[in-house]
């Protein structure tokens, strides 16, 4: 793996990983099937769900289905389908539809809701652990970014949003695999500069803010 120079702020190698992560991005993000997805080991399933989410965008912003309309509308085109294949079965000796039975197991929702509540006690203790001020540049970094997406919000609807969301989930973890390295380097690099200017922040302000004397321990 490539090396960069540094100057004399050391605190953190050139080298280091996004996020300070140890691990592959494959393992962070699970390791299983999503991470599979979102790195696109299967590039046409990925591509498939790539496609289905633009069309959902196309069809809710551009064409303004509401949705219980389109609901309405994919329930009737389903059911017509499933009518003329089952008819079809019985004419011409196709296989009849049948539901899937990995949909009709109860070990794939509880699967499913087990990695969902998994993730949400994670994320739910990660922001009681910041909200509680016990890292003061994760706290400051949270309130500017919810303030940005704020402000964001007013110019863009949930919709949009939303579908950027799902495209930037689809997209950058392939990206930062294939170009690791880079985006490595120059993550270092925003990283040091956010920290030179956190330490003159401190210094010329937050340093200067006059503190009541410390109280003397018990016993002493």
């Known amino acids: 793996m490539a090396t960069y ?13 996004l ?10 993000l699970g390791g299983g099937k999503v991470a599979d997805v979102l790195l696109w080991r299967d590039k046409r399933f990925s591509g498939a769900i790539l496609i289905a989410v633009a069309v959902m965008w196309f069809l809710f912003e551009v064409v303004d289905y ?3 309309t389109l609901l309405c509308h994919v329930s009737i085109t389903t059911m017509f389908i499933v009518f003329i294949w089952s008819a079809g079965a019985d004419m011409f000796g196709w296989t009849p539809p049948r539901i899937p039975k990995d949909i009709l197991q109860d070990t794939s929702f509880v699967e499913v809701a087990s990695i969902l509540h998994k993730k949400f006690n994670n994320f739910l203790s ?7 001020g016990n890292d003061a540049k994760s706290f400051f970094l949270a309130i500017i970014s919810l303030y940005l997406l ?3 919000g007013n110019y863009i609807s949930t919709l949009n949003l ?3 969301g799902l495209l930037c989930v689809e997209t950058l973890p392939f990206l930062y695999e294939r170009y690791e ?3 490595d380097y120059v993550a270092y690099q925003m990283k040091r500069q956010m920290r030179k200017t ?7 302000f937050l340093g200067k803010i006059p503190r009541g004397p410390a109280k003397e321990k018990k016993g002493k």
């Open 5 to 17: 120079s540094s100057d004399s702020d050391n605190d953190f190698a050139p080298t280091s990983k």
């Open 19 to 28: 996020l300070g992560r140890q691990r592959p991005i494959h393992s962070v």
């Open 66 to 68: 509401t949705f219980v």
């Open 126 to 132: 990660i922001c009681h652990f910041v909200a509680c």
């Open 150 to 152: 704020s402000v964001i």
């Open 162 to 164: 939303l579908f950027f």
């Open 181 to 183: 390295e880079e985006v």
């Open 198 to 204: 956190y330490r003159k922040f401190n210094a010329d």
